[in-house]
């Protein structure tokens, strides 16, 4: 159990805690760093130099869902992050990256429901 919550499952970035790199509501996961500034760059290309790209674990990913938040992950950081998400018990569902592509979307978005 304590290898799944430190399974790194992908990258973030940030200028402040309170200013996450995100699309729409929610975080971006991104697979690899150089994925992570890759979205830097389309997100906000002034502020490309203002980031802190940090890896990001299943643990802190699944704290900051439980909390309200909300995840954008690509196709690589959701692959890592699924199977540990099934295993926890979250209501997660398998992606179709082609079609969220096909649609133009590039994330799949992910947050807890409160019941």
């Keep these: 159990?304590?290898?799944?919550?430190?399974?790194?499952?992908?990258?973030?970035?940030?200028a402040s805690p309170n200013a996450v790199v995100c699309t729409g509501t929610a975080c971006v996961i991104a697979g690899s760093r150089r994925a992570m500034q890759q979205y830097n760059l389309e997100i906000d290309p002034?502020?490309?130099?203002?980031r802190t790209i940090k890896k990001t674990t299943f643990d802190e990913i699944k704290r900051g869902l439980q909390l309200g938040g909300a995840y954008a992950f690509d196709k690589?950081?959701?692959?890592r992050f699924y199977p540990l998400a099934k295993q926890a018990g979250l209501g997660v569902m398998e992606a179709d990256f082609e079609k969220h592509k096909a649609a133009g979307e590039r994330f799949l978005i992910i947050e807890l429901k409160s019941v």
């Excluded at 919550?5 to 970035?13: L, N, Q, T």
């Excluded at 690589?76 to 692959?79: E, L, N, V």
């Design 1 to 14: 159990m304590a290898g799944r919550r430190s399974k790194v499952i992908g990258y973030f970035a940030f």
């Design 46 to 50: 002034d502020q490309q130099e203002n």
């Design 76 to 79: 690589a950081s959701y692959k």
